[in-house]
């Protein structure tokens, strides 16, 4: 299995536009979910999907920010608009199963919004 | 609300040695505690899970301990080598959700 897919790897845009955050994560996985990291916060569960229903957006930071799950093999993190302080690596992890499960992670999403 | 602490510090050793490694936290016992690794520009990757009535689990050269009364994990690396050096995050679970929670992970750096 080639793992969980985040695309694209790095994303550089200006304030106010819109960027879509995609991942594709391993086949079978149940569960898939969306966190940010930064070095002040570390790394925040931002929304988290089981069987491609959203459970808890919690973390979302504010309206700006919207997840989807249309299937099993694909999801994305979308902001609109951009604002500097959204700068941030953005990880796309799933796993079998909820609670005590190990996540798989993938590589993430190096946003920088200027 | 539940705080999960790792030391802040980078953790500088000599090949050879152990590396140890603190997850501290704050309220009530965890369910489970979950270790990763995470190399530089790259996404964690699932070391350990210890479960809150283990006292400790091992793998190859990885130990995770589980004190629920100092309220604290320790991982430890044993015979550690540069191929260690490495950002290690502990997670977890919250609340009622059981999802891992991350703290903001220690730095590990094994000098040769």
């Known amino acids: 299995d080639a793992g969980v897919i985040q695309s694209p790897r790095h994303e550089v845009t200006e304030m106010g536009q819109e960027v879509t955050l995609r991942c594709k994560p391993i086949s079978g996985h149940d569960y898939l979910f969306w966190y940010r990291q930064t070095m002040m916060r570390g790394l925040e569960l931002l929304i988290y999907?089981?069987?491609?229903?959203?459970?808890?957006d919690s973390g979302m930071p504010e309206d700006r920010f919207s997840a989807k799950m249309p299937n099993a093999s694909f999801s994305t993190l979308k902001i609109q608009p951009s604002e500097p302080r959204d700068s941030a690596v953005y990880f796309c992890a799933s796993s079998l199963g909820g609670g005590s499960e190990k996540l798989f992670f993938g590589s993430g999403t190096q946003l920088s919004v200027l | 609300s539940q705080k999960i602490e790792q030391n802040s510090e980078a953790l500088n050793i000599q090949e050879g040695k152990t590396a140890t490694l603190t997850c501290n936290y704050t309220n009530y016992s965890p369910a489970y505690l979950q270790w990763y690794r995470q190399d530089p520009g790259r996404g964690p990757v699932f070391l350990l899970l210890?479960?809150?009535?283990?006292k400790e689990k091992r793998k190859e050269r990885l130990k995770v301990t589980f004190d629920t009364t100092l309220k604290q994990s320790l991982f430890h690396i044993t015979a550690s080598q540069p191929a260690d050096s490495a950002t290690y995050l502990c997670?977890?679970?919250?609340?009622?959700?059981?999802?891992?929670?991350f703290g903001r992970g220690t730095s590990l750096i094994v000098h040769p």
């Open positions: 997670a977890h679970e919250s609340g009622g959700s059981y999802i891992p929670t």
């Open positions: 999907f089981n069987n491609n229903v959203p459970i808890d």
């Open positions: 210890i479960r809150e009535n283990e």
